[in-house]
């Protein structure tokens, strides 16, 4: 792999309280990402995080729909949405950074799911898969060619947005042992699947600090 240059971006999904340990939708060992994204952050020039954003009575919340349960999935206008406990309210300490997550040096905060009727996993498309949320003509305009992601989940907001960046014409590379999986039924099989066949390589933390 090419040394990493001014082109690149470190790109942080989501590493937010309530996708740690102790938040609305904890995420086993989400916190022990942190340490690592801080040590590989210092070695990008340009860092961009994304922040799920959810108004009240979001489309993705269960106790928006009668009936439904957590981790069920609903047939939404656009698709499958897969329905999750309220989680990452705006404004709220669940949809804060991590407070030990170093964010000085991020040049782009990207807040996504914003819109009460579409859920958004991808930094690039929300769940309808036609909504944009303006990052790629941002990538494009900064001179930005290579992604590397890292963070929550790993099988979700991770892998739409790997797979959208790399549909969008982005070298894209996922920093595996920087990111954790929600781990639904499939979920980590799938998205496995799914990155090798779209072609986007996985590298561990240590051999992009050796680089
Ligand atoms: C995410 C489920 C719901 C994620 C966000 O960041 O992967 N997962 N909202
Ligand atoms: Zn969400």
Redesign the pocket.
Same mark, same amino acid.
């Given at each position: 792999m090419d040394r990493l240059a001014a082109t690149d971006a470190l790109l942080i999904? #989501?590493v937010q309280n309530d =996708?740690c340990p102790g938040g609305a939708?904890a995420i086993a060992d989400g916190d022990a990402v942190v340490p690592i994204i801080n040590r590989l952050a210092k070695r990008f020039d340009h860092v961009l995080l994304t922040q #799920?954003w959810h108004p009240a009575g979001h489309i993705?919340f269960a106790s928006t729909h009668d009936g439904r349960a957590a981790y069920e999935t609903m047939d939404a206008p656009y698709g499958p949405q897969?329905l999750?406990p309220d989680?990452?309210l705006q404004g709220s300490a669940g949809a804060a950074f991590h407070p030990a997550l170093d964010v000085t040096r991020a040049e782009l905060i990207l807040r996504k799911?914003f819109r009460v009727d579409i #859920?958004s996993?991808s930094a690039f498309l929300e769940n309808d898969h036609s909504t944009v949320t303006g990052l790629a003509g941002y990538l494009q305009e900064r001179g930005l060619r290579r992604l590397f992601l890292c963070g929550?989940?790993y099988d =979700?907001? *991770?892998r739409f947005s790997a797979m959208d960046g790399k549909a969008a014409g982005f070298e894209t590379i996922v920093i595996e042992d920087a990111c954790r999986a *929600?781990d639904l039924p499939g979920s980590v099989d799938e998205t496995n699947a799914a990155l090798a066949s779209a072609g986007i390589v996985k590298i561990k933390s240590a051999e992009l600090l050796a680089l």
């Open positions: 999904i #989501d =996708f939708l #799920d993705s897969a999750w989680h990452c799911g #859920d996993y929550l989940a =979700f907001c *991770v *929600v």
